[in-house]
Nanobody, 120 residues
């Protein structure tokens, strides 16, 4: 059974950093596009970044391009999102998703999310 599990969320102070992990099971990431999304209370889901695990090519939304870094470890079947200089407005549930073809809002497979709270 194909499954994505996010981890690494938590409470962090403004200006701090977190690294989120997205571990895949039931399939290998090699031929998939993996994306990170987030949804804050009362807001629509927002796409943040994607990586094509076969060649490492990446995409970033403008709002996070300087502060967030996506990476993958194919040996561990895991994709990461390094988040720096976190702001209170980064507070949201963060989801990873996988798709066999491209990065888009309706990715084929989704994890259940991990909560990130940025607060002093």
């Amino acid at each position: 059974q194909l499954q994505l599990v996010e981890s690494g969320g938590g409470l962090v102070q403004p200006g701090g950093s977190l690294t989120l992990s997205c571990a895949a099971s039931g399939f290998t990431l090699d031929n998939y596009v993996i994306g990170w999304f987030r949804q804050a209370p009362g807001r629509e889901r927002e796409g943040l970044s994607c990586i094509r695990t076969s060649d490492g090519s990446t995409y970033y939304a403008g709002a996070v391009k300087v502060r967030f870094t996506i990476s993958r470890d194919n040996a561990k079947n895991t994709v990461y999102l390094q988040m720096n200089s976190l702001k209170p407005e980064d507070t949201a549930v963060y989801y990873c998703a996988a798709d066999p073809t491209s990065c888009h809002r309706a990715m084929a497979y989704w994890g259940k999310g991990t909560l990130v709270t940025v607060s002093s």
